[in-house]
């Protein structure tokens, strides 16, 4: 059997054994060993990718299952991963993890939040080992509408407003690429063979090229919803600050992601001449979001709101990379995207840890905690110092990528986006330095403080994880980007060759 | 044998006759005592109806079986065998126990006059089984006589009904004067595009529309389907409609199949006109059964795109949606039906926190909007995508685009529902309360249904043989 379908079967299973379980504790118990056993599986699937790949196997995809699924249609169940995506399931196996230990104290239907929760994973999971347009998409609308429930119910302030909200523009961007892919699926065979869904036959065939120019912004977009592609971004800010912490460090940290990968693996992969003609559309309003976020979060007083457009800054920083279309600045937009995941859920985690201690989360009523929670106070700066890019973190390695790969276009348009994008990363520094200053240092300023406890110990697992994560890539991030850059061969293989 | 032809239609002739015989010896008293043997027998008959069997012409062609036709009457009995179900709580009622009977027999006789009409070989045929399908339905619509809402149902129905079939019989004796013959193999060859074919086509549309409640003829169904008792609105909404649509979509495909490019206009203004009114007026609503009823009228746009693609790929599609339908409305129905009898609720609002108190009708009826939205992995994505995909095929992506844009509309007024049941609270919630045993098992079937239709593909493709190459 392929190991892959342990990684949608392990979380089937946790959400049946949370049916079974009886009060809060074995609810929490079920939940943490489910994904605990996730976590492990990714790792020995990524172990297993890669001694494959060491040990000479150099097809295109890893663990391939294919199984007709609607045979008149020609709809497969096809599943396989290459370098990139077993990236990308790592990243969620770890921060899923994460998120059951953050939500440990979670007490209103904590039955119902760890269902929502671990279903919400397994879409994001089938996503991205699926190779089949059909089933991506329909994990893909998995994954998000859980988002709804999680938010309005567990939520905090304008809930039911942000959820609605959140819900409808993720489920307006995926109205787009359902077009978008009928478009890919109707295109699939010029010659008169059969249709198909399956990407990897798609990518070998020569759409026509004005069907690549009305169906490229379709997909674009409609992914570029996801990954906060600006002005598209709105649902970000309010989906994040209403949203309870897990929530956050999930959709944050993986939810997100998913927009960036669809971009890249079927909007880009798959109308290559299209992404040519109208990548500069993109990159501007891209570099507008880098730069757009990075001011609105020094604008903004509230922790989550502040993460939040740290996100879609660095989040329209993917999306930026990949449309640099060369080799180096994707795997930077592949990196971004697993250290962005791991540091914002780490911010996302840490806040509602803060919050919960202070019931506050509006920077300017909190300082001086580093006095009295060390742990947690340290563990923000790591994760500060790693979001404005200091080396040794995996921001650096990322953000250092893409610039490099970005700047190697010669010409004047991409080197003055570059720079603009580039000079986010001082904003970015002004506000990291600015809540840190503010939130941990100085005197006490609220009595009350001086009887906050330092983290618990699911806490503490919990942040522990991500920095380790964050640490492990900045040290070593090599293994890292050469099982990225792989992975992106076939990609960057099928944009040369639209060039020409 | 050549009876066995007509099997559906005469074996629920036979129960609707027992029904009569034994209503007529059957004390007042003990009248509640026929439903569970009505229900048997009625699920016999459903079961039956699945066994193989001869399949041809009788009465010179004017009564045809196909493997399609039988597969289309299948659909119906399933899906007014889950009514029945869902109706028993009501019927019995103190005030409805005196005509427990007579509900079986006219809505049997609707069922009747509708596989009549999916059977029919000609357009005199088609008419009768049409009209027998409305006119109890009428009946049906006021059965709670004692209130106001329901005998104003009736009559709106009645009215209704009266027009639009005076206009269809006008378009079919349009087309006979032009053709000399209602038999729809003879339609075929004399159907050119003449100009009063086209006059007549609109009419005979018209006629259809009125009856899927398909904009501009929609106005009748919002009163229609607040006043009926909940159950006859369900059977409105699913079982009249679906019936309707798979006739009216064998007719387009057939009969009027040559003069297709007369008739794709039509169909694709009507099709945005009713997803975007049905859903702009969808929103609005706070009664429950208001709300749905604009729901139905969006989801008929939605069939319409499976319609006007002429292939196979949208004639599978569509018999396959209005499966997927019956069971999503059926299911969302089901739920306003047990809490509308046990409570007397209807309106969205008295939903408010539901979910803290009956998680079960909760769930379903979440699992039953998320269908109707189009959400994974219940059936309603399956069927959405491939009206979609059957639209796309003919290249018509503005239609498709404008469609999944209302699917966005549609998924903001079940998440309103939705949003009350989960999300909001309330001081005065609807109390726990155990719905009855038919009504969990309607439910149930439902559930069933909407997980297993669309990830059980092989259903999908038992529909897709049968389809195309009809007559």
Request: charged share 10%; aromatic share 14%.
């Amino acid at each position: 059997m392929n190991i892959l379908f342990l990684l949608i079967i392990i979380p089937v299973l946790t959400i049946i054994g949370i049916l079974f379980t009886g009060d809060n504790k074995q609810v929490r118990v079920v939940s943490a060993i489910g994904m605990t056993f996730q976590l492990i599986l990714s790792a020995i699937i990524i172990l297993w990718f890669l001694a494959e790949r060491n040990a000479g196997n150099t097809a295109e995809i890893l663990f391939a299952s294919n199984y007709v699924w609607y045979e008149t249609l020609n709809i497969h169940f096809f599943i396989g991963v290459d370098g990139v995506s077993v990236a990308m399931i790592g990243l969620t196996s770890i921060v899923i993890f994460a998120g059951i230990f953050a939500s440990w104290d979670m007490d209103d239907l904590p039955r119902e939040f760890f269902i929502s929760l671990i279903l919400l994973s397994a879409g994001v999971f089938g996503f991205f080992i699926s190779l089949d347009l059909f089933t991506m998409f329909l994990f893909y609308e998995i994954a998000v509408i859980p988002m709804y429930l999680l938010i309005g119910i567990w939520g905090s302030g304008p809930r039911h407003y942000s959820a609605m909200k959140l819900t409808l523009m993720l489920m307006g961007g995926s109205a787009l690429i359902l077009v978008g892919l009928l478009g890919l699926y109707f295109n699939s065979a010029p010659d008169g063979g059969p249709l198909t869904f399956d990407i990897l036959e798609i990518s070998r065939v020569q759409i026509p090229m004005n069907a690549q120019l009305f169906f490229f912004p379709l997909l674009f977009v409609g992914f570029g919803v996801l990954g906060a592609l600006f002005p598209f971004h709105t649902w970000s800010p309010d989906g994040h600050a209403s949203a309870p912490t897990a929530v956050s460090m999930l959709h944050a940290g993986v939810l997100m992601k998913l927009g960036g990968y669809g971009c890249y693996r079927v909007a880009v992969f798959l109308l290559p001449e299209g992404a040519h003609e109208l990548a500069w559309i993109f990159i501007i309003l891209t570099a507008i979001g880098v730069i757009y976020g990075a001011l609105g979060a020094i604008w903004q007083k509230d922790l989550k709101y502040i993460n939040a457009y740290s996100s879609v800054s660095h989040c329209a920083l993917v999306l930026f990379a990949i449309l640099m279309f060369n080799e180096t600045a994707m795997t930077g937009a592949i990196m971004q995207m697993i250290s962005h995941g791991i540091m914002t859920a780490l911010f996302f985690a840490l806040i509602g840890m803060i919050y919960g201690r202070t019931h506050t989360r509006y920077v300017n009523e909190m300082s001086g905690l580093m006095k009295v929670m060390p742990f947690l106070a340290v563990a923000y700066v790591v994760g500060g110092l790693a979001s404005l890019g200091l080396p040794g973190f995996s921001g650096f390695v990322a953000e250092m990528t893409i610039f490099v790969g970005a700047f190697q276009h010669p010409d004047i348009f991409h080197r003055v986006v570059t720079l603009i994008a580039a000079s986010s990363i001082v904003a970015t520094a002004v506000y990291i330095l600015r809540v840190v200053g503010m939130m941990l240092f100085g005197k006490i300023n609220n009595p009350d403080y001086e009887l906050i406890t330092d983290a618990k110990w699911y806490e503490r697992l919990s942040t522990g994880t991500l920095i380790f994560g964050i640490t492990a890539i900045g040290i070593a991030p090599l293994w890292l980007s050469n099982m990225i850059t792989a992975g992106l061969g076939p990609v960057i293989h099928k944009l040369l060759l639209s060039m020409n | 044998m050549l009876m066995l032809i007509m099997r559906h239609e005469l074996l629920l002739v036979l129960i609707t006759v027992i029904l009569l015989l034994v209503e007529i010896f059957l004390p007042a008293d003990r009248k509640q005592k026929i439903i569970l043997p009505a229900l048997i027998l009625f699920g016999v008959v459903m079961i039956l109806g699945f066994i193989p069997g001869p399949t041809g012409r009788l009465f010179g062609g004017m009564y045809i079986t196909t493997p399609l036709t039988l597969l289309m009457k299948n659909i119906l009995t399933v899906g007014v065998f889950i009514v029945f179900l869902q109706s028993v709580d009501w019927l019995k009622k103190e005030e409805n126990r005196e005509k427990i009977s007579e509900y079986f027999i006219l809505l049997l006789s609707t069922l009747i006059g509708m596989e009549y009409m999916l059977s029919s070989g000609d357009f005199l045929m088609f008419y009768l089984g049409l009209e027998l399908a409305t006119i109890p339905l009428a009946a049906l619509a006021a059965f709670e006589r004692f209130k106001e809402k329901s005998a104003e149902a009736g009559v709106k129905l009645i009215f209704t009904s009266a027009l639009s079939s005076g206009i269809l019989l006008y378009g079919l004796s349009m087309i006979y004067g032009t053709v000399g013959t209602l038999y729809f193999s003879d339609v075929v060859n004399g159907i050119n595009g003449a100009p009063l074919q086209i006059l007549a086509f609109i009419f005979f549309f018209a006629g259809m529309a009125f009856k899927i409640s398909v904009v501009p003829f929609h106005l009748w169904t919002a009163d229609v389907y607040e006043g009926a008792p909940i159950n006859i609105t369900s059977y409105l909404s699913v079982i009249s409609k679906g019936a309707a649509v798979m006739i009216l979509t064998i007719l387009l495909f057939t009969v009027f199949s040559k003069v297709a490019i007369m008739w794709k206009d039509v169909v694709y203004v009507t099709a945005i006109l009713t997803m975007t009114i049905g859903n702009l007026f969808a929103m609005r609503q706070k009664n429950l059964k208001r709300f749905l009823a604009f729901s139905s009228i969006a989801q008929a746009g939605f069939i319409f795109l499976g319609i006007i693609g002429q292939s196979q790929l949208g004639m599978t599609t569509v018999i396959y949606f209005v499966l997927v339908y019956i069971f999503s409305n059926l299911g969302a129905f089901g739920v306003v039906a047990v809490i509308s009898n046990r409570t007397g609720k209807e309106k969205i609002d008295d939903y408010d926190g539901l979910y803290r108190t009956n998680p079960m009708l909760s769930l379903t009826m979440m699992l039953a909007l998320f269908s109707l939205a189009g959400i994974p992995p219940v059936a309603g994505f399956f069927g959405k995508f491939f009206l979609f995909a059957a639209a796309a095929q003919q290249g018509l992506y503005i239609l498709v685009l404008i469609a999944v844009l209302n699917t966005i509309i549609s998924l903001y007024y079940y998440l309103l529902v939705v949003k009350a049941m989960f999300l909001n609270r309330s001081d005065r919630p609807i109390e726990y309360f155990k719905s009855d045993g038919y009504s969990r098992l309607g439910l149930a079937i439902c559930i069933a249904g909407l997980v297993i239709i669309g990830i059980y593909s092989p259903i999908y493709e038992f529909i897709n043989q049968f389809t195309f190459g009809i007559y």
